[in-house]
């Protein structure tokens, strides 16, 4: 089956510019979770949605935010662009269930690499 | 707080051999789980093993097996019969359970593994 799926792979933007990414999860996955990989903080998470609503978020300035859509594709953005924000996007997506069962392991897609000059 | 700490940010092992790669973890919630996950220069995160906190065994697929030592708070995993496609970064991730927590992980900052033919 079809693995997550994230465009763009690569973009370059400047300062004060505004950026969104886009993750298709796998078929019948719930929970889309985005992580930010940069080499000085590591991976650190973003937010998580399920059934279009945001469940969890990280520690992050709300210049980045995201959605959710009724086929579970989600969505981030990052607006007023700072030279920081160059890092990884990545997204996962899980079965997400309500109430946890079992591992719920997370599938991540290969990521976009935003770099902001 | 939650942590999860990988002290060896490079290894080499020799083609063949086995290796470990060390992975503690802090957490008062009785309640998690335990994800290693394989980072290659490509950037997708792909799944390795999962081990839950009330697992009785340790966790083994394939030629990767986890040596989970609960009172210690460690989760090492061990790669036998090491391969040229095995050099890769290496993280280990930790899930505290409850219902609005199944899309976050929290990473450590990494093992860059290295095999030598």
Known sequence: KAGVTQTPRYLIKTRGQQVTLSCSPISGHRSVSWYQQTPGQGLQFLFEYFSETQRNKGNFPGRFSGRQFSNSRSEMNVSTLELGDSALYLCASSPGTIFYTGANVLTFGAGSRLTVL | ?117
């Open chain 2, 1 to 117: 707080a939650q942590k999860i700490t990988q002290t060896q940010p490079g290894m080499f092992v020799q083609e063949k051999e086995a290796v470990t790669l060390d992975c503690t973890y802090d957490t008062s919630d009785p309640s998690y789980g335990l994800f290693w996950y394989k980072q290659p220069s490509s950037g997708e995160m792909i799944f390795l093993i999962y081990q839950g906190s009330y697992d009785q065994q340790n966790a083994t697929e394939g030629r990767y097996s986890l040596n989970f030592q609960k009172a210690r708070k460690s989760a090492n995993l061990v790669i036998s019969a090491s391969q040229l496609g095995d050099s890769a970064m290496y993280f280990c991730a930790m899930r505290v359970h409850g219902s609005s927590n199944t899309g976050k992980l929290i990473f450590g900052q990494g093992t860059t593994l290295q095999v030598k033919p």
